[in-house]
C-alpha cells in the first residue's frame, strides 16, 4: 500500500555475547531481510563468488573507496581491509529491502557516524560470569589475554548508549523474537511512515 | 532479570477504524497485559462488578477527581462521566505490568497531556473509502451523518503527528501482530533499560 523505503538494522554487542548465532538464526526465518556483503581485500577462495560472499577488491581500490568516504565502516585485521559499501547498502534500501549488518562495536561506531538513521541493536551477555565462559570456552587462551577480553567487553558494554535498543542474549530463540519484533515496529514508526499515509489521504479527498 | 516497570500503551483511531475488534483479539493473545478499568458515574448494571468492569462513583466524587487531577483523561457522554484514574495505571505499571487503554483520539490527546511517557498507537483505517464503508454499515444514518463523521475521522486523521506509531488495521491478526512486536520492542528500547543493565555490570564486577 505504501512506497517503504528499507531500514539498515546494525547488530553489535562485546565480543563472544553470540552475535553470529543470533544473526545465523535470524535469517534462517526472515528471508526477505538482506545481509550486508562486505568488501575485502583478501584472497578469494574456491567456492567464494564475487558480489555475494564478498566484493573482492584490490589494496588500491579499497584505499580509494576510503579516501571517497565510500564505506559505512572498515577495518584490517591480519593486513587485510574489510568494510561495509555504502553504495551497495543504500541501493538495497532504495529498492525497499531491510539491511542487516552484524558487526564488531568499533564498526557499528563508526555505521553511527556515517549512518545515522541507522537502526542499532545492542546485544548484551545474560552476566559477566557467563561472558567470561564463552570466551574462556573458545580455546586455550592464557589468563591474561582472558582477562583483557572481559576488560574490553566492559568498555564495550559501556558503549551501549550509542544504542536504540539493547536485546540480553540468555536464550537465541527469545533473542531472535526480540530482534524481529524490532524490525516490525520499526517499519511502524510514525515519523517514518506518516508522511504517505497523509498522502493517500489527500489523494483520495 | 532485571526489575522492569510496565509501560502504558495507548490505541486510538478514527471511529469506525476497528480498535474495538483489534483490541479484543490483542487480549486473547497477551493475557498479562492490563486492561485500564474506567471510573464511570453511570449506574452499575446487573452483573456488573465494581473494580473489574469499571470503577463506580458518584457524579461528586468524580468531579473532585478532575479536581484533583486524578484522570489521564476524562468525557461526559449522555450526561454521565468516564474517565481513566491515574492512580489504578501508575499502581499497576509499579507492578511490572503493561497498561493498555482503547480511547477516543480525544481522550488519547489527553492522556498524551498527563502521561506523555505513554506509548501512542494509531489505528490508520485501510482507505477511506473502507473507513466510509464500515461508518455507514454501522446503521441507518443519514447522508449529512456521514459527511460529518467522514471530515470527522479525516480531522482526527491529521493528529497522527502526536503518535509514536501508526499501525494500518487492513486485516485484524496483521494489525495485531503489529502491536504486540511494538509491545515487546519497547521493552528493549536502550533509554529504558540501559541504566539497569550497567548497574547488573558494576555488581558483577
Redesign the interface.
Known amino acids: ?1 505504501i512506497d517503504e523505503k528499507g531500514i539498515l538494522f546494525i547488530l553489535s554487542g562485546p565480543s563472544g555475547v553470540g552475535k553470529g548465532t543470533v544473526r545465523k538464526e535470524l535469517f534462517k526465518r526472515k528471508t526477505e531481510l538482506k545481509y550486508s556483503i562486505s568488501i575485502t581485500t583478501r584472497e578469494q577462495r574456491p567456492g567464494e563468488v564475487d558480489g555475494i560472499d564478498y566484493f573482492f577488491k584490490t589494496n588500491e581500490e579499497f584505499e580509494s573507496l576510503i579516501k571517497q568516504n565510500k564505506l559505512l565502516e572498515h577495518a584490517k585485521f591480519v593486513n587485510n581491509y574489510y568494510g561495509t559499501p555504502r553504495e551497495y547498502v543504500e541501493k538495497t534500501l532504495a529498492e525497499g529491502y531491510d539491511v542487516f549488518l552484524e558487526i564488531e562495536v568499533q564498526g557499528a561506531m563508526q555505521v553511527k557516524h556515517n549512518f545515522p538513521e541507522g537502526v542499532f ?2 546485544l ?1 551477555p ?4 557467563e561472558l567470561k565462559n564463552r570466551i574462556v570456552g573458545r580455546g586455550t587462551e592464557t589468563e591474561d589475554l582472558i582477562l583483557n577480553r572481559l576488560k574490553e567487553a ?1 568498555n564495550e ?2 558503549m ?2 550509542a ?6 542474549n ?1 536464550d537465541v530463540d527469545k533473542a531472535v ?2 530482534i ?3 524490525i ?3 517499519h ?3 515519523e517514518r ?2 508522511a504517505q ?2 498522502k ?2 489527500e489523494d ?2
Not at 126 to 129: A, H, N, V, Y
Open positions: 500500500m541493536i545492542f548484551f545474560p552476566s559477566l560470569e566492559r558494554i559501556e551501549m548508549d544504542y536504540d535498543y539493547v536485546v540480553v540468555d523474537n526480540k524481529q519484533s524490532i516490525q515496529s520499526e511502524c514508526k510514525r511512515i506518516a499515509y497523509k493517500i489521504l483520495e479527498l
